[in-house]
């Protein structure tokens, strides 16, 4: 049996007057006649009509909300008004009931704290169904992207013995019992003895073994789990997220920044194009939770203006000087409002990026030429002349992307490739050159200028959907005392 997705029922005119069976979850059943039947592919329900004199009433009464059915009849015109067709339906088959005191999600609006608890059932709410499938069209589009561009979709692994990063909150991988590990004569647990013969870790971004694709490939990107302990219970943080990392040889930072500038473009274009009916709900869902907030919190745009304005504007491009001299003089510093210190050699917070992005610019802003101690080991040094260098301190070649709402959605750099410069930079930082020793080659052998970045999937998700809370743009999220489902 050919079964028809609703988004075809509703949307291809050519179907109507045929006969089409569809299946999914009822969402209501109104009037003893009407189901409302949902089966993912949009967020539009499709009224199925039931002719009581066909189905009896024990039938009937099993049509509870999520009890999935199958329903075959005649695609007609619809009488009501809501819809263009509606189907009426000669045969009618439930497939799974559903206890309606039993089952945990009622057609009514539920907190979002209440759904993250039923995560394994949430995605049959229309919040999640419209995040889930604007994910997939982010996804998707990032492939889209970087392929156009040709790119080449390269595998990392997950699982590593190198800190990319520097900054030691990896997990550990380990096969040893950890009651009674095996020890080393000096008493301390002795790795070679673990499944791997060394210390493992899951893997906190694939940009090294990336960094050696490009050196060979030309231009690769990266795209997948990445994992961090970092024990921030934040709205923006999660222990394992998605990430994008494009490498490009022959790259500079300007051309960096145009990729990124790009990417998040071509992935706001997609999703305006083929996601509009989920983005109004989301639209509309946000206007609402607006409404509750005082005056002076709410934002001037709605969800779809904000990201039609994000792609019709270029993105403002400063360095971290400039950064700093904004924030300085800016009403907030003046009246003690922020609460972590601004000066020159301090990381930026996300209350001064969102200060920057939301207040002073009102548009997405990449900043770049940070201190180099902020940063991580593998960025490019900057001289006088390059955009970025300061008077004030050492600079390297970052570049952060700043969005509204969310702060940091992408970190990269151009890439120190000369050698005795990176090694200096791996020395005072600390970084083991002799774990290294493989990505120390790529500019050991014909070394070149080269550039990427990493794009937080989800902070990207959580910005297209409006949503507040990182854990509700991924299925199952896992953060700091919580990996249920
Ligand atoms: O700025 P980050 O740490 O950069 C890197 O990992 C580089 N190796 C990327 C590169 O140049 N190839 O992380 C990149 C992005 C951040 O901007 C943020 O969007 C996201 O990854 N991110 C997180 N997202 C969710 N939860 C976390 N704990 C995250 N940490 C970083
Ligand atoms: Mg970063």
Not at 211 to 220: H, I, Q, R
Not at 269 to 282: E, G, I, P, Q, T
Request: charged letters at 25%.
């Amino acid at each position: 049996m050919d079964i028809t997705p609703i988004k075809s029922a509703l949307d291809d005119e050519a179907l109507t007057g045929t006969t089409i069976t569809v299946a999914g979850w009822v969402r209501t059943f109104r009037n003893d006649r009407f189901i409302a039947l949902n089966d993912g592919s949009t967020i539009r329900n499709l009224q199925c009509v039931i002719d009581q004199n066909a189905v009896d009433a024990a039938t009937r009464a099993r049509f509870t909300t999520s009890a999935s059915v199958r329903c075959t009849g005649t695609l007609v015109p619809s009488q009501g008004s809501g819809q263009r067709v509606e189907l009426q339906v000669a045969d009618v088959a439930v497939l799974g009931d559903s206890d309606a005191e039993a089952y945990p999600i009622q057609p009514k609006k539920h907190s979002l704290e209440f759904l993250r608890e039923n995560a394994h059932l949430r995605f049959r709410t229309n919040t999640y169904s419209a995040i889930f499938r604007i994910r997939h069209q982010v996804s998707f589009g990032i492939h889209e992207y970087f392929d156009s561009l040709g790119y080449c979709y390269f595998h990392s692994p997950v699982i590593t013995a190198s800190d990319a990063e520097g900054a030691g909150e990896m997990f550990r991988v380990s096969t040893l019992d950890v009651k009674r590990p095996p020890l080393t004569e000096g008493g301390d647990v002795d790795w070679k003895e673990d499944f791997f013969g060394a210390e493992a870790r899951l893997t906190v971004s694939g940009q090294l073994q990336a960094e050696n694709a490009a050196t060979a490939l030309g231009k690769v990107y990266t795209f997948g789990p990445t994992f961090r302990a970092e024990n921030s219970n934040t709205t923006r943080h999660l222990a394992e997220f998605w990430m994008v990392e494009p490498e490009a040889a022959f790259l500079d930072l300007h051309g960096d920044m145009d990729l990124a500038e790009g990417l998040c473009k071509h992935l706001i274009a997609r999703v305006l194009r083929n996601s509009l009916d989920d983005l109004k709900f989301l639209d509309a869902r946000l206007k609402e939770e607006e409404a509750t907030k005082p005056k002076e919190q709410r934002s001037e745009l709605g969800l779809v203006d904000r990201l039609r304005f994000v792609l019709d504007n270029p993105f403002e491009r400063i360095t971290y000087d400039q950064a700093i001299d904004i924030l300085l003089r800016s009403k907030p510093y003046q009246k003690k409002q922020f609460q972590f210190p601004v000066e020159w050699g301090v990381d930026l917070q996300s209350e001064h990026e969102r200060y920057l992005v939301e207040k002073h610019f009102k548009k997405p802003v990449i900043v770049t030429g940070y201190p180099a101690g902020i940063k991580a080991f593998y960025m490019r040094v900057n001289s006088p002349g390059d955009f970025g260098y300061s008077e004030k301190g050492t600079t390297v070649a970052a570049m952060d992307v700043l969005f509204p709402g969310i702060g940091e959605i992408i970190g990269g750099s151009q890439r120190e490739e000369r050698l005795d410069v990176l090694e200096q930079r791996m020395d005072e930082m600390h970084v083991p050159k002799g774990e290294l020793w493989w990505y120390l080659d790529t500019r050991r052998f014909g070394t070149v200028p080269h550039a990427g970045f990493g794009l937080g999937l989800e902070r990207f998700v959580l910005f297209v959907t409006g949503m507040g809370n990182i854990r509700d743009v991924i299925p199952f999220p896992r953060t700091p005392k919580s990996a249920a489902f």
